[in-house]
């Protein structure tokens, strides 16, 4: 049996639709499973039953999981904390046991927001410290990961963006809409300070990840990478109006902490370890979001005519 078989969950989501394609472009033998939003190449499981999944698992025999699937939005973790446990949390601790079990290894996506954003840039080894629901559940994700295996590992990036389904399927991409509603004055937080990541980027690691981890078994735990480029949520939107042209007039930066959940300030990721391994890449910001929104911009202007 191959030795490159990988099972990708919430493969149709944000970041998984960009894992899935990296895996099979690096001749991996591939199974991605969804939940919600199926596509003929997927299949779909609900990944908290832990029968169905062990069953998936144990009949396919991957020798590596990329655990994408999460409840990942922060106001709506607030709404509904028991889905998001048995999400997060229940399902993570069931996949992590079940490859530990069959002898492959986990791939967990955490986040920056297990930090309080007040000591950046925050490195592998640093205490974490969530702020809010989202980023305790993501914490306990890694934890239960780690447990189940010292083999596994944990992947932590910051806010992702790339091609969407939807404008607000990306905490960055769903700043477009701002130019489309532009008949009222916006306000835009300018206080957070993010280091957006092309989830291109994240997948082309997850390969590189796991190849490397095949070819040495100490490449395990916690590792960090984010986007190499600072900005607040008003300096997106300052990038997306100069990359095309957009006026702005009507969006004025907000100087208070966001609403709702609370966010770290700066919880800026170092990428030194990762780094020294060899492996990531950085898409600019400008160009990742020419790339992402240019059709959505398309579309917009067909609406006009």
């Known amino acids: 049996m191959s030795e490159k078989r990988v099972i990708i969950t919430g493969a149709s989501g944000l970041l998984g639709r960009a894992v899935l394609s990296a895996f099979k472009c690096s ?30 698992v144990k009949n396919f025999m991957p020798n590596c999981i990329v655990h994408c ?24 601790k069931n996949l992590a046991v079940l490859a530990a079990e069959f002898g492959a290894t986990m791939v967990y996506i955490s986040t920056d927001y297990v930090f309080d954003g007040t000591k950046p840039p925050y490195s592998e080894t640093d205490i974490t ?48 809409q701002l130019f489309f509603d532009s008949e009222e004055n916006k306000l835009v937080s300018d206080s957070e300070i993010r280091y957006p990541s092309h989830v291109d980027d994240i997948a082309s690691l997850c390969v590189n990840l796991l190849e490397l981890k095949q070819k040495n078994g ?29 006026p702005m007039n009507h969006i004025s930066p907000d100087p208070y902490p966001s609403q709702g959940a609370s966010r770290p300030h700066n919880a800026q990721l170092s990428n030194e370890k990762l780094e020294k391994l060899g492996v990531g890449k950085h898409t600019s910001f400008r160009e990742g979001i020419q790339s992402t929104l240019a059709l959505w911009i398309q579309r917009k202007k067909l609406e006009q005519i």
């Open 27 to 56: 001749q991996w033998t591939v199974m991605g499973t969804s939940f919600s939003r199926t596509g003929e190449d997927l299949v779909p499981i609900d990944i908290c039953n832990h029968e169905e999944t062990k069953k998936l």
């Open 69 to 92: 699937a999460a409840q990942r939005f922060p106001d709506k973790v607030e709404k509904d904390l028991d889905g998001t446990i048995r999400l997060n949390v229940e399902a993570t």
């Open 129 to 176: 410290n969530p702020l809010n629901t989202y980023g305790k559940t993501k914490l306990q994700g890694e934890q239960v990961t780690l447990e189940a295996s010292q083999d596994h590992i944990v992947l932590r990036v910051p806010v992702l963006y790339g091609p969407v389904e939807y404008l607000g399927e990306s905490a960055v991409t769903v700043l477009l």
């Open 218 to 246: 100490e490449v395990k735990g916690i590792f960090h990478w984010g986007g190499k480029e600072s900005m607040t949520k008003y300096g997106m939107v300052q990038h997306i109006a100069s990359v095309f042209q957009l």
